[in-house]
């Protein structure tokens, strides 16, 4: 798949130091993101489909990346910015 | 439309590096542009940026441009929101959510299209972002032949051009480049809460977003009918208003 949609970095070794920061960011901003669809589909019926389908997407997701599926990890440092391009 | 007194062309604008250097791009070939922006509804804000992009285009080239700024909520619910939760489960990736958005604004812009009398239609698509699903060579095919068959050419005319050539065209020109961190220049164009949600994976792990080309192309096809249905209502008395709703004539 990287070949037609992943994009240029897609499957490149990233840093263990980086996956730890970035499962932080990943986990508080998709809680964020609930917490405030779950306050605000009580005023807004409309948005309660898409509390429910940000709920399986983050569930899934959350399994793909915490068992590490299509990540390459053990590069040297963190690598963020860095000729990656 | 060859040979028109003043040839039109319409492009969707956000104000972005690709949108901006499209816009300055296709003032060689018509004398009047259209800049299309929409908002969704749905975790999608920043139109100031795009605003201010238009400002300092009619600063350049005064007379040229036209911004026209409209909602596709309406849309947006009926194209991709109204299934997503079964959507999700049948495609198993949350593409649909960047697609359909994508796909509300192409009908949007049919409209708009055929309203203004417009046969061209453009965006910003280039093939150094095809990671993202609607950039893709297979979307942008798929999105040509929506429009060609309401009578409109759609091309991509930045496409091939690459990311560094387009920023130092910008730069050179004094175009407001905002924050730049990492490989992205931060504040110029606005920002989507979901679709970043859907990209963090490849920014944050380097890991591939979780579409392929036959599910996108079968997702853009199931969706296709429904896009046509909006349309032809437009056409048939019921037509969209600037915020989005729905009102018959």
Not at chain 1, 62 to 75: A, F, N, P, S, V
Not at chain 2, 38 to 55: E, I
């Amino acid at each position: 798949m990287a070949g037609c949609c992943g994009g240029k970095n897609a499957g490149r070794p990233i840093s263990r130091r980086r996956y730890v920061l970035g499962l932080a960011f990943f986990a508080t901003y998709h809680v964020a993101v609930h917490a405030a669809l779950v306050a605000a589909g009580v005023l807004m019926p409309r948005l309660r489909p898409v509390k429910d389908f940000h709920r399986q997407y983050f569930a899934h997701l959350w399994h793909e990346t915490w068992r590490q599926e299509g990540l390459t990890i053990g590069g040297e440092g963190c690598s963020l910015g860095k000729g990656e391009g | 439309m060859a040979g028109d007194e003043r040839r039109a062309v319409a492009l969707m604008f956000s104000g972005g590096v690709d949108s901006t250097v499209a816009a300055a791009k296709l003032l060689s070939d018509f004398d009047r542009v259209h800049l299309l922006t929409y908002s969704n509804g749905y975790g999608h804000y920043g139109f100031g940026r795009t605003r201010r992009r238009f400002r300092e285009l009619e600063e350049r080239f005064p007379g040229r441009f036209v911004h026209f700024e409209a909602s596709i909520r309406t849309l947006f619910e009926r194209i991709c929101l109204g299934t997503i939760v079964e959507d999700y489960r049948r495609f198993g990736s949350a593409f649909m959510w960047c697609m359909g958005c994508k796909l509300a604004m192409h009908a949007r812009s049919v409209i708009y299209c055929r309203e203004q009398g417009i046969s061209h239609m453009a965006d910003g698509s280039a093939g150094d972002s095809a990671e993202m699903v609607e950039q893709m060579l297979l979307s942008v095919s798929m999105v040509h032949w929506l429009y060609a068959d309401y009578g409109i050419d759609y091309f991509v005319p930045v496409y091939a051009i690459g990311r560094d050539e387009k920023r130092r065209q910008l730069r050179e020109q004094g175009y407001f480049m905002g924050i730049p961190l990492l490989d992205r220049y931060l504040g110029i164009q606005p920002s989507c809460i979901p679709g970043e949600l859907y990209y963090l994976p490849y920014v944050l792990f380097n890991k591939a977003p979780g579409h392929d080309e036959e599910t996108v192309a079968r997702y853009i096809s199931e969706k296709r009918p429904l896009v046509d249905e909006i349309i032809r209502e437009a056409r048939g008395g019921v037509t969209v208003s600037k915020d989005g709703g729905e009102q018959r004539s």
